[in-house]
């Protein structure tokens, strides 16, 4: 059974910083891309960012580069977003996704999703 479970959303001020967890069971997550995105109110859901779990590749959406580092530790079969410098535009909720192959920012890529974390930073 496959389980994504997300963790370490909460409400922080702007210029904070939050770290998210993605426990992941179920599946050899060494074969696969993990993915992090986010949809606000009103809005799509978007990529946030990728990490390919065996090579360690990643991807970032521009909104957050240099200040959004994604991460994976292969013993707690755990992925991690640490995010810094935080704005009242990266309010959402943070989903991790896993898929099979590549870098993809296509959410319909992603065969497994979580059940979202909320994201909430005040001004």
């Known amino acids: 059974q496959v389980q994504l479970v997300e963790s370490g959303g909460g409400l922080v001020q702007a210029g904070g910083s939050l770290r998210l967890s993605c426990a992941a069971s179920?599946?050899?997550?060494?074969?696969?891309?993990m993915g992090w995105f986010r949809q606000a109110p009103g809005k799509e859901r978007e990529v946030v960012s990728a990490i390919i779990w065996n090579a360690g590749r990643t991807s970032y959406a521009d909104s957050v580069k240099g200040r959004f580092t994604i991460s994976r530790d292969s013993a707690k079969n755990t992925v991690y977003l640490q995010m810094n410098r935080l704005t009242p535009e990266d309010t959402a909720v943070y989903y991790c996704?896993?898929?099979?192959?590549?870098?993809?920012?296509?959410?319909?890529?992603?065969?497994?999703w979580g059940q979202g974390t909320q994201v909430t930073v005040s001004s």
């Open positions: 996704a896993a898929a099979r192959g590549g870098l993809p920012s296509s959410s319909i890529r992603y065969a497994y």
């Open positions: 179920g599946r050899t997550w060494s074969s696969y891309t």
